[in-house]
Structure formats: C-alpha cells, structure tokens
C-alpha cells in the first residue's frame, strides 16, 4: 500500500502555498506567507478537516543569512536532506515548460497534531534524472532567480500540483489559493470548461469561468503593489506555450502583463483579505472585486513558551484545540505568570549571548523587533533621533533585540540592516542592542516569547495582517504598534498594549509618538508598576488568544469559503 492511500479517501479540499513552514529543519519558507501556512496545516490536523497541502520542495531553502564585520547581509543557500523528512512517492506528472516535458514527483511529509490527527503535505520535486539539467533546479531554490524562473516555479506549483493530485488518486472539490502564486492552477481548470461552439469569441472569454469559481478560494496577503507577481507575456508564451490562448489569459490576467493576482480574483468565487484593514485596502487596490476579511491567527500550542502551556493546562486542559478557553486566563496569579514570564525571557537573553556577544539583564524591559527587513516595515524608525534614545535609557533604561532578513535582491533592505548596525554601535555605551542573524521559526519562538515589549512600526497601510504581534500576546508580551493591519482589531490603549500614532496621523509623526510612548507610558510603567504591567500580559492573553487564532481562522474559512 502506497504511504498516501490512508489519505485518499475523505481528502477533499486542496490548499497550494509556494511556502510552508512545517518544521524548522525544513527550510521550505522565507517568512509570514510561509508560517502562517504551516500554522493552518497545524490547525486543520487539529480540527480533523479533509485537507492535503501543496507546496515546493526547495531543496536548498530560501537563504541562510549572515552577517558580516561591517554589518551587512552576507546571503547563503539553505539545504536541506527532503530524505530525512519526507518519502516519495511513485507517482510522476509532467508539464510543458519552454516545449520541454518536465517531470515533477511529489514526496509526502505526515503532519500530525498532538492528538493523533494528521494532515498530508506534498512537496514538488523536479530534481530528477529524467529532466533536463536546466529543469532540475526548478524547485531548489525558494523565490530564488530572476522573473523566468519564478514563473516556472508558479507553472510547478499551480499545473504540476494541480496534476499531482490527479495522478495520486485524490477527488478534489474545493482548491485554495495562498497568495497568487498557484493561479495558473485555476487557468489549467478553465481547460476543462469550454463554452459550445457558437458562443461568441471576439472580445469575450470562451470558457465557462462559473464553473471555475466554485471550486477556487483565493487569500491575498500583499498591500504592496509590488508585491503581485507581474510576468511579461511575452515570456509567459515562451514558457508556456499554448497552455491559454493569449487573448483569453489578458482577458483574465490583465492586458499589459500577466498578473498573477488579478487572474487569481477573476477566477475564484470566495476572495479575502488577512485582515479587516487589509480587505479594505485591497478592494481599493482592486475595485470591482468582493473582496472579504479573515483575520490571520496563529497556532497557540506552536507559539506558547512552555511555562505558559503549563500555566495554561492547570485552568485551561482544552485550551490547545479550543484556544478560546484562554479567556480565563485573566484569573491566573500575578506570581504565576510574572514566573512564567521571567523563564522565557531568560531563554531569549540566553540565546542572545552567544549569537550576538551582548550581555542583557532580566531586570530591565526588552523591546523587541523581528520581521523582515524591507523599507515599509520601517525597522529603522527606532532610531530616527539617537540623542533622544539615550535620553529616554537614562530615565528608564531598556534594552533592545532585533532581527531578520532581506530579501537576496533587496538591495534596500540590505542597506537598512547595515544601518542599523552602525545605529547599535554608536548606541553600545549607553543602551544593550543586539541583532541575531539568520530569523527562523527557532529563533522567533525565543524572541515572541521572552522580549517584554513587541514592536511593530510599518507604514500603514502595507502592513497585511503581522502576525508575530498575536504570537508574542499569548506570551504575555504586550504590543506596540502602529495601527495597521490586526492590531487595528486587537487594540485597546492601556489593556493589550499601545497603539503608536492615531489612525489618521500623519506618518512622518509616528517616530515622535514612538519616544513619547516608551518615555512617558510604556516603559514608567515597566519600571514602577509592576502589578499593573502583569495586568495587562494578563488582558493580552485573555482578549487576543481566544480570537487570534488559527482554529478560528480555520473554522470561518471551513464554514464560509469551502462549504458554500
């Protein structure tokens, strides 16, 4: 019997991400997209829905970031032994890529939750003898290359995955589309529904796209315009061939480019954001289209330090599978959770010195950054006014721990690294700082769990969701964040944390309202009082746990988009 028969029979909604984040020894993810999707595997094995996941099986990961003596980002490949985690399976599909048949086998990674309950996961592998040289590398390299290759990953994950499922057996009724990437999967579903003959053809779409929508789901995560994959057509027919006719892929995809996004939304009849602000933002960004919100959440048991899960037994024995039992935890003892607290931050502080050589007190409160380092998260916005910084520190001293990628060609998010590294250094008399290299599910683990403080500065309204902000709530760890994205929901000023600037601010004024925040609120109150400041790692727990999370995100999306 073949490892994947078990999951045949009831597996009936197809969930395709070009990342996920499945364990740390994996390095199939970059970031956000891909840990979320991990987070909602884990809660679909959970909640025992009828699920199989998709996704590449890059080989050599995404990027093993170092950092040099001047500060800079020194990018490396990431492998990976796929043999040691996952099997394959005896199955192959081919696709058509620049005329050349290449051939794509899945392997098969068991995710299981911890009652027992498993969800499949087929990683896509085109490293295969009977390929191409040029064509093995397709899956290595997660959103590596230039714009040609990105296509033949999209072309992988979209038509590969999509005929992968058919080879092996599943019955699929329902495809979910994690960003724009696998929306050549919907066009290749649109081949099997022609209009009869003698539908009109000049200027309309010759393909019944109704029949399509009922089967598609489509989450858009990205605010930035430059974040919606764009290929020329020119290439897309290169690489492509006849798979569309062009006419009807510019009906779908755009005239100009073949945009992945917009043919995603023209072929998916439940759309959504990640995010209250988010949808409303990308109904602006795309009008016409009915667009919905599901708010991101995250895994709890995942992202909970273990002195807390234990907390959360003794009130909450449930709490794992039905995160909404953390209500309660508003009723634990100050002691408790101030102990609890205190062993997770000691984790962090003791990760911190080896990583980065800097010595930091348990005493003093950690501000902590951890995101991906592009311009729009504005990881440099803490250091706007240096003067200002020591001035607060000698008042209230605080300490600061930062870290995260660039993207391999960011070239500007390269630079604000660098930056901030010669910020630390004028700053190393007078305020501990630290950047630990090379951010991943481990090291978020420690950072969402042990800082004091969750810092989040982006330029609204680019933020889509943030959800390592709901990962460091259910530490206890209070937020400060601009208003975008979740927090907007999650927000409520001197309870959950703190909100940097107003909604209607002018954003040149959030790095004045970030100082103003730390030295007159935030950091006082650290300092001076201690019983209000559980107070809140209690009210942060118990109001953003219980709706924050991936089991209600998964069960909003199981009741509204796939069985609608």
């Given at each position: ?527 001076a009082d201690r019983g209000r400041w559980i107070r809140m790692m209690k009210d942060s727990i118990s ?22």
């Open positions: 019997m073949s490892p994947i028969d078990p999951f045949l029979p009831r597996r009936r909604i197809a969930y395709f991400s070009m990342e996920i984040a499945l364990r740390p020894e994996m390095h199939t993810y970059s970031g956000g997209l891909g840990v979320l999707a991990g987070d909602t595997a884990r809660s679909c094995a959970d909640l025992e829905l009828p699920m199989v996941f998709l996704t590449l099986a890059s080989r050599e990961g995404y990027l093993r970031q170092e950092i040099d003596g001047d500060g800079r980002q020194v990018d490396h490949a990431d492998p990976w032994d796929l043999a040691d985690w996952a099997t394959p399976l005896d199955a192959m599909v081919a696709v058509r890529i620049e005329g050349r048949a290449v051939w794509v086998r899945p392997w098969l990674y068991v995710l299981t939750c911890p009652v027992g309950h498993a969800i499949p996961v087929l990683l896509l592998d085109t490293r295969l003898e009977h390929n191409d040289p040029v064509d093995r590398a397709i899956s290595d390299r997660l959103y590596g290359g230039d714009e040609a290759y990105r296509l033949k990953q999209e072309i992988l994950l979209g038509v590969g995955g999509m005929r992968i499922l058919h080879a092996l057996g599943f019955d699929i009724e329902t495809y979910h589309l994690n960003e724009g990437h696998a929306a050549l999967l919907a066009a290749g579903l649109l081949r099997e529904h022609r209009h009869p003959s003698d539908r009109p053809s000049d200027g309309a779409l010759r393909y019944d796209a109704d029949r399509v929508r009922e089967r598609c789901v489509f989450t858009t995560h990205t605010p930035v315009e430059a974040g919606h994959d764009r290929f020329d057509y020119e290439d897309a027919e290169r690489l492509l061939g006849d798979f569309l006719p062009l006419d009807q892929m510019k009906l779908l995809a755009g005239p100009d480019r073949l945009n992945m996004t917009r043919l995603a939304l023209n072929l998916s009849g439940y759309v959504n954001g990640v995010a209250m602000r988010h949808a409303e933002t990308a109904r602006r960004m795309f009008p016409g289209y009915g667009i919905r919100a599901v708010t991101n959440g995250v895994h709890a048991p995942t992202w909970t330090h273990p002195a807390f899960v234990r907390l959360f037994q003794e009130i909450a024995p449930d709490w794992g599978h039905d995160p909404e039992e953390l209500l309660g935890a508003d009723q634990l003892s100050d002691d408790a959770v101030w102990t609890a607290h205190q062993e997770a931050k000691g984790d962090l502080l003791a990760e911190i010195q080896p990583l980065a050589g800097v010595a930091m007190r348990p005493d003093v409160p950690v501000i902590a950054f951890a995101r991906r380092m592009t311009g729009y998260k504005r990881p440099d916005l803490l250091f706007t006014d240096l003067e200002r910084l020591r001035a607060i520190n000698r008042t209230h001293p605080f300490q600061v721990v930062m870290a995260g990628k660039a993207h391999p060609r960011d070239e500007g998010g390269k630079a604000l690294i660098a930056e901030i590294h010669a910020h630390m250094r004028s700053l190393a008399g007078d305020i501990p700082m630290a950047f630990l290299p090379n951010y991943d599910m481990t090291l978020a683990k420690k950072l969402v769990a042990g800082a004091d403080v969750w810092l989040n500065t982006p330029l609204p309204p680019y933020e889509a969701s943030g959800t390592s902000g709901m990962k460091a709530a259910l530490n206890g760890v209070l937020n400060l964040s601009v208003l975008d994205g979740w927090w907007i929901e999650a927000w409520v000023e001197g309870v959950t944390g703190w909100a940097i600037g107003q909604d209607d601010q002018r954003h040149e004024d959030d790095a004045q309202d970030l100082y103003d925040k730390l030295e007159r609120t935030v950091l006082p109150l650290y300092h109001k953003i746990g219980p709706r924050f999370n991936s089991q209600r995100m998964m069960r909003r999306y199981a009741s509204e988009a796939y069985l609608r």
